[in-house]
């Protein structure tokens, strides 16, 4: 069983950056891929990023791409979201992620693990 917690939200002016952080137990976290999504009110989950396990390649969604980096360090098991250049429409729960497999994915079927969210809130 893998547990993930989130930590690193809150509020933050139009423009402003946050970094978001997940810690994850178990012991093949480098061998796993890792995603972030996040779920607005009324909306349905979406992709925000992702890093595969072993060779580390990333995958971020359009809207994020050039503002939102994800990485991970294996040696501590975590994985991060930096967030610069953050809009009002970026408000949401983020989520982090864990897939069973090296390979990344896009939707939410691919991951078995989930954390319990932590929230960012965008004011313009």
């Known amino acids: 069983q893998v547990q993930l917690v989130e930590s690193g939200g809150g509020l933050v002016q139009a423009g402003g950056s946050l970094r978001l952080s997940c810690a994850a137990s178990g012991r093949t976290f480098s061998r796993v891929a890792m995603g972030w999504f996040r779920q607005a009110p009324g909306k349905e989950r979406e992709f925000v990023a992702a890093?595969?396990?072993?060779?580390?390649?990333?995958l971020h969604a359009d809207s994020v791409k050039g503002r939102f980096t994800i990485s991970r360090d294996n040696a501590k098991n975590t994985v991060s979201l930096q967030m610069n250049s953050l809009k009002p429409e970026d408000t949401a729960a983020y989520y982090c992620?864990?897939?069973?497999?090296?390979?990344?994915?896009?939707?939410?079927?691919?991951?078995?693990?989930w954390g319990q969210g932590t929230q960012v809130t965008v004011s313009s």
């Open positions: 992620a864990a897939a069973r497999i090296p390979r990344t994915s896009l939707t939410t079927a691919g991951y078995a693990y």
């Open positions: 890093i595969s396990g072993g060779d580390g390649q990333t």
